[in-house]
């Protein structure tokens, strides 16, 4: 089988190092891949957002599966473009645009959450024409203030903060292109007190496979410290997630996500992220 992985992080460099052990690999190719995954297979000088140039070498290579790190492509609707006759019979680990929405809009996010009735904290949508009611739920709210920017902001577009006037401040300056158009729309949510941890599922959009848990890092500074990246670090097992944590999980939101996306009808065969506090 000739694998090729999509991005250029840690997530594929484990990905590669992984799948580079099993049997079935023949080639194994990383667009556009980094040092460590160069130990692994052949980097392709592919940004992960030329998905005509993805399509070709996938032809060219007689690649068998695609597997999609980064959430970019996948917004940007790169498994639907692999749904036509040249490409109909190469596997792709991803879903649809729509369905990567869970993902890239924080606000469909919610809504879907809301929908189907899987727990979420209290939020509140904003963008430039209701920056003032904006302001008045933060002024509802208890610090720390939660802003998460709607789009995708590679790990970086959630900011905490604990004054109130500064929360006010950064909420202009996000919904002013702070982020770009990833904060046209701001999620103004309420602060969940606890632990943090991860859950990933693999799924076909109808049946799902559980993964091992995680506890990532996002802070950038020592001690858990400044601002959010998209992840220094992790560890897993989580000591504290035991077999009632689980079934918890499992009763309250992954089936209801499974449910969830069933109903919506959306075309999804990929990983589903969990960020859950305890």
């Keep these: 089988m000739n694998i090729l992985i999509i991005g250029s992080g840690g997530r594929e460099h484990a990905l590669a190092w992984k799948m580079r052990q099993s049997p079935k690999c023949i080639n194994l190719y990383i667009a556009p891949g980094n040092p460590g995954t160069a130990l692994c297979g052949i980097n392709v000088p592919l940004e992960v957002s030329d998905i005509e140039g993805i399509k070709k070498f996938c032809i060219q290579q007689d690649v068998d599966l695609v597997v999609v790190g980064p959430e970019a492509p996948l917004v940007d ?69 939660v802003l998460k920017a709607d789009g995708l902001a590679a790990g970086k577009g959630v900011i905490i903060l604990n004054d109130l006037n500064t929360a006010k401040n950064q909420l202009e300056q996000m919904l002013n292109g702070q982020f770009g158009k990833s904060s046209e729309k701001v999620v103004i949510e309420e602060f969940l ?61 992954i089936k209801p996500t499974i449910y969830g996306i069933n109903q919506e009808a959306m075309d999804y065969i990929g990983f589903v992220f969990f960020g859950l506090i305890s």
């Design 77 to 145: 609707g790169i498994t639907d473009a692999f749904r036509t006759v040249e490409t109909s019979h190469i596997g792709i680990i991803g879903p649809s645009a729509l369905a990567a929405q869970l993902e890239g809009s924080k606000a469909y996010a919610k809504e879907f959450m809301m929908k189907f009735n899987i727990p979420t904290a209290r939020y509140f949508e904003v963008n430039k024409s209701n920056i003032h009611e904006g302001n008045a739920y933060l002024d509802t709210l208890n610090h720390p203030y």
């Design 193 to 253: 007190n606890g632990i943090e941890f991860s859950v990933f599922v693999l799924t076909d959009g109808k049946d799902y496979l559980l993964l091992p848990e995680a506890k990532d890092y996002k802070r950038v500074g020592s001690g858990d410290t400044g601002l959010n990246t998209g992840g220094m670090g992790a560890v897993s097992p989580v000591p504290f997630v035991d077999e009632v944590m689980w079934q918890k999980v499992i009763e309250r939101i």
